[in-house]
């Protein structure tokens, strides 16, 4: 029989068993952005949504390498022009310092040239400033969970470049001449996996991707991850 002892401790130990339930843990949101009223509308919504939070700022180029050095988001709202460092340079020394953390680009620049040198710098996104309203949650979870996220503009643009390519006999498809692992490696590095993470995937060495992926490469004449990405993206290997 429960004592009155027993009656008045029971919910003390309920309380205390559900304190330490922990929390979903939220995506972490770097904003980078020179314009201070677009900063904290973009920090009003994003931080109304249950799943982020915007962990900090950053004015210009070098205070968002900075940040993101010291705060380690998981995603970096990045825009293009930026003071001390532009976004392309601050995505390329963040994504060689913290290969986890996901840069998504914020412009308002419709650019081709543009979006080809952040996919080369090593952004996993690409997205316009008008379409921020309706899009940017979205991209920042796709990115998040690894994958790529481009704006209809830019595979747009990107449509546009493949078919240049097409008209000038330069775009060489060889997809058929990959290998059912080649193609399934092709896929996981195009979507921003590392070696190490498509081994563990896939139960291969770390070695054996890295001899894949140049196999991949020689076969479809491609010379950087950049393009790799691209190629991936006409080929429509990142809808899934």
């Not at 001449?177 to 190490?196: D, H, S």
Request: proline share 3%.
């Amino acid at each position: 029989m429960s004592t009155e002892t027993d009656r008045l401790q029971r919910p003390v130990e309920d309380t205390q068993a559900s304190a330490t339930d922990e929390a979903p843990a939220k995506i972490r949101v770097l904003l980078a952005d020179d314009h201070t009223i677009l900063r904290a509308g973009l920090r009003m919504m994003l931080n109304a949504q249950p799943d982020i939070e915007v962990v900090g700022e950053a004015s210009d180029g070098r205070q968002a390498l900075a940040e993101a050095l010291r705060l380690q988001p998981d995603v970096v709202l990045m825009d293009i022009t930026m003071p001390e460092l532009n976004g392309i340079e601050a995505t390329r020394q963040i994504k060689r310092a913290l290969e986890s953390t996901r840069v998504l680009i914020l412009t308002m620049h419709e650019n081709e040239e543009y979006l080809f040198q952040v996919l080369r710098a090593g952004a996993s996104g690409y997205i316009l400033k008008e379409a921020a309203d309706t899009e940017l949650i979205s991209a920042i979870r796709v990115v998040y969970s690894g994958r790529f996220y481009m704006s209809p503009s830019a595979q747009t643009m990107m449509v546009g470049d493949y078919l240049l390519r097409v008209r000038s006999g330069e775009e060489r498809d060889s997809y058929s001449a990959l290998t059912e692992r080649e193609r399934e490696i092709l896929k996981l590095v195009a979507e921003g996996l590392t070696n190490n993470q498509i081994a563990e995937r896939l139960f291969i060495s770390p070695k054996t991707v890295d001899t894949h992926r140049t196999h991949i490469m020689d076969k479809l004449n491609l010379h950087s991850r950049a393009e790799l990405v691209k190629y991936a993206m006409r080929r429509g290997l990142l809808e899934d």
